[in-house]
């Protein structure tokens, strides 16, 4: 680990202007590429002390032992000559592109004396005029086969081209009117590409020129009762619709855009672009993205252009493009996109609109992609396996914690605070041992105090549990150690404690590894409870989310895991599946509590009849007034219900009277029963 000090210029060296920057290790191999609109700012920020960093920018400038820079006259010329060194030399702590797969692009080869369709993957070539991507290559040949009837371009391999040209044999479609099979001289090479230019045309956005000149040559054949000719071009023209059925109208007809939308969490981010030509969605893609680097949703932005449009020129860079956040220099970006296509090219986030509704359709696409490639990559038992060593090892724990058990608190501003409990058995989500617990050991806000609460009354159940069975051992407890509880004595506050038949459900399986979601204060809580019970072969860690640190007790200093680390990546997981069952069992018990009636304490008193009572006399304040035999006079209430509603609303706290602030007097509740 180097010293960055060690290799630091000297004041005055650096140049204040726009220029790229390249961190190199000791073996010069090139770790790390950046820009800037001033060298000499931008790289006094990573000379710091070193306990400001960002851990991912501390691991980076430790790990290097030089640094260079170039100047570059323009922050354009900045972001090319960055694409540039980024491709080349593919930096371990730049952001990383992971394409899910090759897309397949229609692609007419323009270069070539007869064009060609065909389906092409991988990288472009010059002079072959691409559309797409698609997500399947039979949803171009879908495609494909329906334009062929109005524009019959050649489809066939080289090989079987010149094959028809030396027996002078066309091949099937060039029989059956889906090729104008120039292989054998039907058509003559000029003939045949003006065929692909007006395909390509029609594949490019311009639909409505094509349409309209076969419906008139259909109509003139028809009075002219040329009615086969008329038949085929109708049939030509249905041809054209169900093509271009295939893609999706979303915007305006003239509107040629590229919407990006990204789903991210602290290691990994989804990019999807959906690929708008003349209204309709021509394509989509996407990709998983290494947040290798510190870096926010601006940069990823940014990162991803760079990735989309590096090697692109003309029609293929959009007229516009929409993004979820403008990168860190919005025009310089406009400008390299521009330069790129030839013309201006609007960069910006949509505001309104449909364009709006679509980048949310997008943004959906990119969430779903980041939880699918999770997915994919907490299923794979190698991938599993790996991850509890890592942990094992970076805890200094005996063996790999099979089961793992997270913790988390949510509240509202100190209202409604429950816990969760997740499980992880072989690094695997085990829903069916979830537990949700309702803090009442006190009122208010104090998650480190919870945590304790909650630690303690999920293994005083381990406890009562191991003493049911007969698993429990006389043996002395240690100093200060609380008794082992009497296995009657419930933990009322849990949350689907019981069985069917009323018995608590067992907490009988310890984990080997406790993880709760916060730093020192939280994992000291949690200790602090296990010692308490006298339990001391369960291991404990915290994960705290703004840095992704791993906290043991009584350690001043975290463990910091490797970006790339499986088993990092595992507890990030675990933690944020603690903290998705306890935000929406927090938010479900604020809405039920929101909900609330004074009639909910009326025991037998069903929701029928609740509803019955407030139709009758319109608000529960009303129905407070009413008399017992008022009460009666309602269906399906009889007297001993109404007295026990009587009793009910009788002993609730009459709520203290709204005031208004301006002019101080006090607003009375209409008959509705809510404030005016």
Same mark, same amino acid.
């Given at each position: 680990?180097?010293?960055p000090?060690?290799?630091?210029?000297?004041?005055?060296?650096?140049?204040?202007?726009?220029?790229?920057?390249?961190?190199?290790?000791? +073996?010069?191999?090139?770790?790390?590429?950046?820009k800037?609109?001033?060298?000499?700012?931008?790289?006094?920020?990573?000379?710091?002390?070193?306990?400001?960093?960002?851990?991912?920018?501390?691991?980076?400038?430790?790990?290097?032992? =030089?640094?260079?820079?170039?100047?570059?006259?323009?922050?354009?010329?900045?972001?090319?000559?960055?694409?540039?060194?980024?491709?080349?030399?593919?930096?371990?702590?730049?952001?990383?592109?992971?394409?899910?797969?090759?897309?397949?692009?229609?692609?007419?080869?323009?270069?070539?004396?007869?064009?060609?369709?065909?389906?092409?993957?991988?990288?472009?070539?010059?002079?072959?005029?691409?559309?797409?991507?698609?997500?399947?290559?039979?949803?171009i040949?879908?495609?494909?086969?329906?334009?062929?009837?109005?524009?019959?371009v050649?489809?066939?391999?080289?090989?079987?081209?010149?094959?028809?040209?030396?027996?002078?044999?066309?091949?099937?479609?060039?029989?059956?009117?889906?090729?104008?099979?120039?292989?054998?001289?039907?058509?003559?090479?000029?003939? +045949?590409?003006?065929?692909?230019?007006?395909?390509?045309?029609?594949?490019?956005?311009?639909?409505?020129?094509?349409?309209?000149?076969?419906?008139?040559?259909?109509?003139?054949?028809?009075?002219?009762?040329?009615?086969e000719?008329?038949?085929?071009?109708?049939?030509?023209?249905?041809?054209?619709?169900?093509?271009?059925?295939?893609?999706?109208?979303?915007l305006a007809?003239?509107?040629?855009?590229?919407?990006?939308?990204?789903?991210?969490?602290?290691?990994?981010?989804?990019?999807?672009? /959906?690929?708008?030509?003349?209204g309709?969605?021509?394509?989509?893609?996407?990709?998983?993205?290494?947040?290798?680097?510190?870096?926010?949703?601006?940069?990823?932005?940014?990162?991803?252009?760079?990735?989309?449009?590096?090697?692109?020129?003309?029609?293929?860079?959009?007229?516009?493009?929409?993004?979820?956040?403008?990168?860190?220099?919005?025009?310089?970006?406009?400008?390299?996109?521009?330069?790129?296509?030839?013309?201006?090219?609007?960069?910006?986030?949509?505001?309104?609109?449909?364009?709006?509704?679509?980048?949310?359709?997008?943004?959906?696409?990119?969430?779903?992609?980041?939880?699918?490639?999770k997915?994919?990559?907490? #299923?794979?038992?190698?991938?599993? #396996?790996?991850?509890?060593?890592?942990?094992?090892?970076?805890?200094?724990?005996?063996?790999?914690?099979?089961?793992?058990?997270?913790?988390?608190?949510?509240?509202?501003?100190?209202?409604?605070?429950?816990?969760?409990?997740?499980?992880?058995?072989?690094?695997?989500?085990?829903?069916?041992e979830?537990?949700? /617990?309702q803090?009442?050991?006190?009122?208010?806000?104090?998650?480190?105090r =919870?945590?304790?609460?909650?630690?303690?009354?999920? /293994?005083?159940?381990?406890?009562?549990?191991?003493?049911?069975?007969?698993?429990?051992?006389?043996?002395?407890?240690?100093?200060?150690?609380?008794?082992?509880?009497?296995? =009657?004595?419930?933990?009322?506050?849990?949350?689907?404690?019981?069985?069917?038949?009323?018995?608590?459900?067992?907490?009988?399986?310890?984990?080997?590894?406790?993880?709760?979601?916060?730093?020192?204060?939280?994992?000291?809580? *949690?200790?602090? *409870?296990?010692?308490?019970?006298?339990?001391?072969?369960?291991?404990?860690?915290?994960?705290?989310?703004?840095?992704?640190?791993?906290?043991?007790?009584?350690?001043?200093?975290?463990?910091?895991?490797?970006? =790339?680390?499986?088993?990092?990546?595992?507890?990030?997981?675990?933690?944020?599946?603690?903290?998705?069952?306890?935000?929406?069992?927090?938010?479900?018990?604020?809405?039920?509590?929101?909900?609330?009636?004074?009639l909910?304490?009326?025991?037998?008193?069903?929701?029928?009849?609740?509803?019955?009572?407030?139709?009758?006399?319109?608000?529960?304040?009303?129905?407070?007034?009413?008399?017992?035999?008022?009460?009666?006079?309602?269906?399906?209430?009889?007297?001993?219900?109404?007295?026990s509603?009587?009793? *009910?609303?009788?002993?609730t706290?009459?709520?203290?009277?709204?005031?208004?602030?301006?002019?101080?007097?006090?607003?009375?509740?209409?008959?509705?029963?809510?404030?005016?």
């Amino acid at each position: 680990m180097a010293d960055p000090s060690s290799y630091r210029p000297k004041p005055g060296q650096i140049p204040d202007s726009p220029g790229v920057y390249r961190f190199r290790d000791e +073996h010069r191999r090139v770790i790390y590429v950046g820009k800037a609109k001033s060298l000499r700012q931008r790289l006094a920020n990573y000379f710091q002390d070193l306990a400001n960093l960002h851990p991912r920018t501390r691991t980076m400038v430790t790990t290097a032992a =030089s640094v260079e820079w170039t100047v570059v006259a323009t922050e354009v010329e900045a972001l090319q000559l960055e694409y540039s060194w980024i491709k080349e030399y593919d930096p371990r702590f730049n952001v990383k592109y992971r394409d899910d797969k090759s897309y397949p692009y229609l692609a007419v080869t323009l270069n070539e004396e007869f064009p060609r369709v065909q389906v092409m993957r991988g990288a472009k070539k010059k002079g072959v005029r691409y559309f797409g991507p698609y997500g399947h290559a039979w949803a171009i040949r879908e495609t494909v086969d329906l334009m062929l009837r109005v524009f019959p371009v050649r489809t066939c391999s080289a090989g079987v081209f010149k094959n028809a040209a030396r027996t002078g044999r066309p091949c099937l479609l060039g029989y059956i009117g889906k090729c104008s099979a120039p292989c054998v001289g039907r058509v003559t090479p000029e003939e +045949h590409r003006e065929l692909a230019d007006d395909f390509c045309d029609f594949m490019a956005g311009r639909t409505g020129t094509y349409i309209r000149r076969l419906e008139k040559d259909m109509m003139a054949a028809a009075e002219e009762m040329e009615y086969e000719r008329a038949a085929r071009l109708r049939d030509d023209v249905e041809a054209l619709k169900r093509a271009m059925e295939k893609s999706a109208v979303v915007l305006a007809d003239a509107t040629d855009a590229d919407l990006i939308a990204l789903a991210e969490d602290e290691l990994e981010a989804a990019v999807q672009i /959906f690929h708008v030509r003349g209204g309709r969605v021509r394509g989509q893609r996407g990709w998983v993205t290494d947040k290798v680097e510190a870096v926010d949703t601006s940069d990823l932005v940014e990162h991803a252009l760079q990735q989309l449009y590096g090697e692109e020129t003309g029609d293929s860079v959009p007229k516009e493009v929409l993004v979820p956040a403008l990168p860190e220099d919005p025009e310089a970006v406009s400008q390299w996109l521009a330069d790129r296509r030839g013309s201006q090219v609007s960069l910006r986030i949509p505001q309104r609109g449909d364009k709006k509704d679509l980048m949310v359709t997008v943004q959906r696409n990119a969430q779903q992609a980041l939880g699918l490639h999770k997915t994919k990559r907490a #299923s794979d038992l190698t991938t599993r #396996s790996r991850a509890l060593e890592e942990i094992a090892e970076a805890l200094g724990l005996d063996s790999a914690p099979l089961r793992i058990e997270c913790f988390d608190i949510s509240h509202l501003q100190g209202d409604d605070v429950v816990a969760s409990m997740v499980v992880f058995e072989d690094g695997l989500a085990r829903k069916s041992e979830y537990r949700r /617990f309702q803090i009442k050991g006190f009122e208010g806000q104090d998650d480190v105090r =919870s945590m304790h609460e909650v630690i303690g009354r999920r /293994f005083k159940r381990y406890l009562q549990e191991k003493e049911r069975t007969g698993e429990w051992e006389e043996t002395p407890a240690p100093t200060g150690a609380v008794p082992a509880p009497e296995a =009657s004595d419930a933990d009322p506050f849990e949350v689907g404690s019981r069985e069917d038949d009323g018995r608590p459900k067992r907490f009988a399986y310890p984990p080997q590894l406790v993880v709760v979601d916060g730093g020192q204060p939280q994992v000291a809580a *949690a200790m602090r *409870a296990l010692d308490e019970l006298g339990i001391d072969d369960i291991a404990v860690c915290g994960l705290a989310k703004r840095l992704e640190e791993v906290w043991l007790p009584e350690d001043d200093d975290p463990v910091v895991l490797p970006r =790339s680390s499986e088993g990092l990546y595992l507890l990030q997981r675990v933690r944020d599946e603690a903290h998705r069952f306890a935000i929406t069992y927090q938010r479900a018990k604020r809405a039920k509590r929101i909900r609330s009636s004074p009639l909910d304490a009326v025991a037998g008193l069903g929701e029928t009849r609740k509803q019955a009572l407030i139709k009758h006399f319109g608000s529960v304040k009303k129905l407070k007034q009413a008399t017992i035999d008022e009460i009666c006079e309602v269906p399906g209430i009889g007297r001993r219900t109404a007295e026990s509603v009587a009793v *009910a609303l009788a002993s609730t706290t009459p709520a203290a009277p709204a005031v208004n602030t301006a002019t101080g007097e006090i607003i009375e509740e209409d008959d509705g029963g809510s404030a005016t």
